[in-house]
């Protein structure tokens, strides 16, 4: 019968004497993460690597410092790399909607847009006052006598001819007209009619002539004009070009060497003398260009330079986090602003998306941030598919509006990926997007915990002096470092392994620094940590001291005293808003002559996950195969969790329930004292089971409200004991002898155990001790066999009715 463990098993302590240094104060930082080495080697491959689709996703559990370790990496990497370029957005002269994308070396964008704010301030004073010079003005005098000389010139021999020919050249609002004259006035309609024939056919003739000539010289007139708009242009643009030329002779010779830019600035300076007439009195047109204020009434607006992305020269590349990636804040948006009822927009609304500013470096992102944001994801994927930014507005890709709006050219893009979040996250990504690995092909995946040594231990103890430091804590001594690492490995559910959860330890660190404040201390120490512990523990144990209280009460019924036939105390473990606590579960079972069923009522009404399910149908496996290898397995069982209403899953009870059918078989009760937990093999082996320490403690914690006598204890499974790290009340009732915890290898040692009776395991011959619980449940069993054989010789069925023995029925509760 195995024994009991010694309670030096049961925790494993850290030595503070180990330690080399009196508080945190005195060790050197670290660099964390610790542990991660794996992770750390992927990502200087992936950020190092300069290959299409080398992105990278960092995966691991939250608060494991992920973020933290890629984002140092990162900058170490970035400051590195050589400063990406400035780019602006500036006008498109020729197609006013697609605004056009010009690229500047680090820092000359920034310098760009200011000596282009710089001429455009000029332009507005020296073009309006450059045509109100005096210079100006007399050669537009010039021009409006040269023309109006020209028509009074040709008005004047017109009238003179007409004179000689006794005909008046008159002007009228309505224009020019003709009349005959007589003694040099002009002759009335009724003194014309009195003249003789010859006379009035002579008038008609020559004012007819007259007529066309007139006809002919006003005809000239829209020439003239268009002549004199000719000249104006021609002076305008020659005056223009004194205050326009050496503006951009200057800003074409400091830009020489980027010729987009030098092709951007003559396309200004040939829009300035083309629509130079237009500014003269310096008015700003209140639509924007493409809008139609800027076809006829041009203004300054179309100088400026939208300054999407600076970079500061020799500044490294850049490390940008985005941490509400939507696509608008990822990939860049045309804003639009009201006037007069309706939304207009301009080159100089577009605003950069993370993308432009992680362009040349690097973007770190949540993985299940982005996935949540509508077309995020796929306008990622895109982008970096097509090494561009293209601003697409996402409202006219889904016809929702139907504003004016722009199409900026893209801008090329060269920029590593770094996603991170949670292992399933990656896992469904690449199996339900065929694009991820082609985009994403280096995987950091960060560890949960790493090996616990006297080596690790020291590394430990850096780590916390370094979290000390970051966040201003007070000093941790020695004592308290030991206890924190303890706690360490309580998180990672194994006394060999210590978790690497930064957040979790930092979390820790800062709750014993609160209490060492409130204290008055000017170091933490190992009564403060176990302090904030046990505040921890007493802040979420809401739901378990319910439990527990219901418990006491019998509301539920969970018996830790006697002996029952067919009942066993399983273990439980329910995880609640981060934080998990056990609970003990009656177990329960009856027997029947059948077919060889065992029947999981938890599954039948639905309550069963698949991994309890599993569990139930090994042990079957092992009852058939152990008992009932040679004839028919006649036996129909049910096994139930009493008292359960909510989904059971996973299959570290699958031993209890094999151990109660035995109990129910062999009609030998179980001691109620004790509980089980681990999982069975085909082979009736025992089989290791997650969160040992909480189930252990759960029933603990039952057992010594209701009084501990030494008979209460827990088995587990062997494989488990190095897993142990218990609270410091189940172990010194272990070291006093009130409480147990026994190691399990197989089924039989845990029911010889649970019962008291012998397991009875098959000598050389095969032959089974008499009395044992092998030998009571074979017999069972063979008389179940032989039953049922007569029943179908009778013609009878097998299985309708229960039949179990009377002892059975009576459960009797002695040992």
């Known amino acids: 019968m195995p024994q009991a463990l010694d309670p030096s098993r049961l925790y494993t302590c850290c030595d503070p004497a180990a330690f080399d240094f009196e508080t945190t104060a005195e060790l050197p930082d670290l660099q964390p993460p610790v542990g991660q080495e794996r992770a750390v080697e992927a990502l200087h491959f992936g950020i190092g690597i300069e290959r ?39 006008h498109n002269f020729d197609q006013p909607h697609r605004p056009r994308a010009l690229e500047f070396p680090p820092g ?132 223009s070009e004194f205050a326009v030329g050496h503006l951009i002779d200057e800003l074409e010779a400091r830009y020489q060497d980027l010729p987009q830019v030098v092709d ?13 007439e237009e500014f003269r009195k310096g008015e700003e047109s209140p639509m924007p260009p493409f809008m139609g204020g800027g076809e006829h009434k041009p203004s300054f607006l179309r100088y400026r330079v939208n300054l999407l992305i600076a970079h500061d020269e020799n500044g490294g590349a850049p490390v940008v986090y985005l941490d509400r990636p939507s696509y608008p804040n990822l990939i860049g948006r045309v804003e639009h602003m009201e006037r007069m009822g309706a939304l207009v927009t301009d080159f100089t609304l577009i605003k950069a998306g993370a993308l432009h500013e992680a362009n040349g470096g690097y973007l770190l992102l949540d993985a299940r941030d982005l996935l949540m944001q509508p077309f995020a994801w796929e306008g990622l994927k895109r982008t970096l598919a097509a090494h561009t930014i293209r601003i697409d507005s996402l409202a006219q890709m889904l016809s929702l509006v139907s504003t004016v709006s722009l199409e900026p050219q893209p801008i090329p893009l060269n920029v590593k990926v770094v996603l991170y979040g949670e292992r399933l996250l990656y896992y469904l990504l ?21 090996p616990r040594d006297d080596a690790s231990h020291a590394l430990y103890a850096r780590l916390i002096a370094t979290l000390v430091k970051q966040d201003a804590l007070l000093p941790f001594d020695r004592a308290a470092c030991a206890r924190v690492i303890e706690q360490a490995a309580r998180e990672a559910e194994d006394a060999e392994r210590l978790s690497t959860h930064l957040q979790g330890t930092l979390d820790l660190l800062r709750e014993a620094d609160h209490f060492a404040r409130e204290g008055r201390l000017v170091a933490v120490g190992a009564p403060e940590v176990e302090t904030a512990i046990a505040a921890r523990r007493r802040r979420s144990e809401r739901i378990h001291q319910r439990i527990l209280d219901a418990t006491l009460r019998e509301t539920l019924r969970v018996d830790t005293a006697g002996a029952r036939v067919g009942q066993i105390n399983g273990l439980s473990v329910i995880e609640l808003g981060g934080e998990r606590f056990g609970h003990p579960t009656r177990i329960t079972a009856n027997v029947r002559i059948g077919e060889g069923d065992v029947l999981d009522i938890q599954r039948e009404v639905e309550l069963g996950g698949a991994i309890h399910s599993k569990g139930v149908l090994i042990l079957s496996s092992f009852l058939a195969t152990r008992y009932a290898s040679n004839q028919p397995l006649s036996l129909t069982a049910s096994l139930v969790f009493e ?70 204890g827990v088995l587990i499974p062997q494989a488990n004991v190095k897993h142990l790290m218990l609270r410091a009340d189940v172990r010194a009732a272990c070291a006093d002898g009130r409480f147990s915890i026994w190691p399990v290898l197989n089924v039989d040692a845990a029911i010889e155990l649970l019962t008291g009776v012998p397991a009875g395991l098959p000598d050389e011959q ?29 013609g009878g069925k097998t299985g309708g009715k229960d039949r179990k023995r009377k002892s059975r029925r009576s459960g009797g509760d002695g040992d």
């Open 52 to 90: 299409e689709g080398y992105n990278l996703f960092v995966m691991g559990p939250p608060g494991a410092g992920r973020k933290a370790l890629a984002t140092r990496l990162l900058k170490e990497r970035a400051a590195e790399r050589p400063t990406p370029a400035d780019w602006c957005y500036v």
């Open 108 to 239: 000359r964008g920034r310098q760009f847009r200011q000596d282009m704010q710089q001429a455009v301030d000029e332009l507005t004073t020296a073009l309006p006052a450059l045509f109100e010079s005096d210079e100006y003005r007399n050669r537009a005098e010039e021009i409006e006598n040269e023309f109006s000389e020209r028509e009074a010139r040709l008005l004047q021999e017109l009238g003179d001819e007409a004179e000689k020919r006794h005909i008046a050249l008159l002007r009228t609002p309505g224009g020019f007209g003709l009349a005959p004259m007589h003694d040099g006035e002009v002759i009335s309609p009724e003194a014309f009619e009195k003249l003789p024939e010859a006379e009035q056919e002579r008038f008609r003739a020559d004012m007819e002539e007259m007529g066309e000539r007139l006809h002919k010289v006003i005809r000239q007139a829209p020439q003239w004009a268009r002549e004199k708009r000719a000249r104006f242009r021609e002076l305008n643009q020659e005056f």
């Open 264 to 276: 951007y600035l003559k396309a200004v300076r040939k829009d300035l003398l083309e629509h130079a």
């Open 430 to 450: 690449c199996e339900y997007d065929p694009d991820f690995r082609e985009l994403f092909k280096v995987m950091a995946d960060f560890e949960d915990e790493m």
């Open 643 to 712: 008292q359960t209403y909510s989904e059971v899953d996973g299959d570290s009870a699958s031993m209890a329930e094999l151990c109660v059918l035995l109990s129910a078989l062999a009609d030998v009760p179980v001691r109620q004292s004790l509980a089980i937990t681990g999982s069975v093999d085909q082979f009736g082996q025992m089989q290791a089971i997650g969160a040992v320490n909480e189930k252990i403690e759960g029933f603990f914690d039952l057992c010594n409200a209701r009084g501990l006598d030494g008979s209460h």
């Open 766 to 794: 095969g032959v089974i001790p008499p009395g044992s619980i092998n030998h009571r449940v074979a017999g069972q069993l063979l008389e179940y066999s032989e039953l049922r054989q007569s029943f179908a010789a009778a």
